[in-house]
């Protein structure tokens, strides 16, 4: 599979715990995308690299929330000390270029849900 | 004012009649527009883009765009019941940085009746 992968696919955890999720982007795409969906709504924007560099974060992206993308390929996502309103679906793209015309490609998302 | 605005639906349409999913969007400077389908529980996939004024046909889909009344559409010809799901619109800026975020709409639900 040359998608864009995800991990976990799911994860449960209780109000207060860190947790960590991770997005592997289809090879050799150099842009790395965070979004953030709730029920019912839109995709919303988290944050972006270009290969390692954090390009932008959205002000949705509160200091409990971090990532990075080391070497410019896989990235991570942490949430620290999660809220039960951190429970949303984590969606990761890449593309390849910064052209207008280049999409961006979504994984599956990781779905979390804080007790 | 939102930035991407859709009706949420839900548009129930007849199997085989024509689908018209409708998104305005705010900032002028916007210059690339994507619709993405979103099956239940499921990431969104890309149905359609397009960055001119006019039509775009793909298949049974076609995208309109008018940049100067900021209005984006989807039209779905010969509605299966596959196509049941909720319809996001997307636009992107090209901003600093070159490939800018995309902006969504709450998307439209549609549902094909058998």
């Known amino acids: 599979d040359t998608g864009v992968s995800q991990d976990p696919r799911h994860k449960i955890t209780k109000r207060g715990q860190n947790v960590t999720f991770r997005c592997d982007p289809i090879s050799e795409h150099n842009r790395l995308y965070w979004y953030r969906q709730t029920l019912g709504q839109g995709p919303e924007f988290l944050t972006y690299f270009q290969n390692e560099a954090q390009l932008e974060k959205s002000r949705l992206l509160s200091d409990r929330f971090s990532a990075e993308r080391p070497k410019g390929s896989f990235s991570t996502l942490e949430i620290q000390r999660t809220e039960q309103g951190d429970s949303a679906m984590y969606l990761c793209?890449?593309?390849?270029?910064?052209?207008?015309?280049?999409?961006?490609?979504f994984g599956p998302g990781t779905r979390l849900l804080v007790l | 004012q939102k930035e991407v605005e859709q009706n949420s639906g839900p548009l129930s349409v007849p199997e085989g009649a024509i689908a018209s999913l409708n998104c305005t969007y705010s900032d002028r400077g916007s210059q690339s527009f994507f619709w993405y389908r979103q099956y239940s529980g499921k990431s969104p996939e890309l149905i359609m883009s397009i960055y001119s004024n006019g039509d775009k046909e793909d298949g049974r889909f076609t995208a309109q765009l008018n940049k100067a009344s900021q209005y984006v559409s989807l039209l779905i010809r010969d509605s299966q019941p596959s196509d049941s799901a909720t319809y996001l619109c997307a636009v992107r800026v090209w901003g600093n940085f070159g490939n800018e975020k995309l902006t969504f709409g709450t998307g439209t639900r549609l549902t094909i009746i058998p």
């Open positions: 793209a890449s593309s390849p270029k910064g052209l207008a015309e280049e999409t961006q490609y």
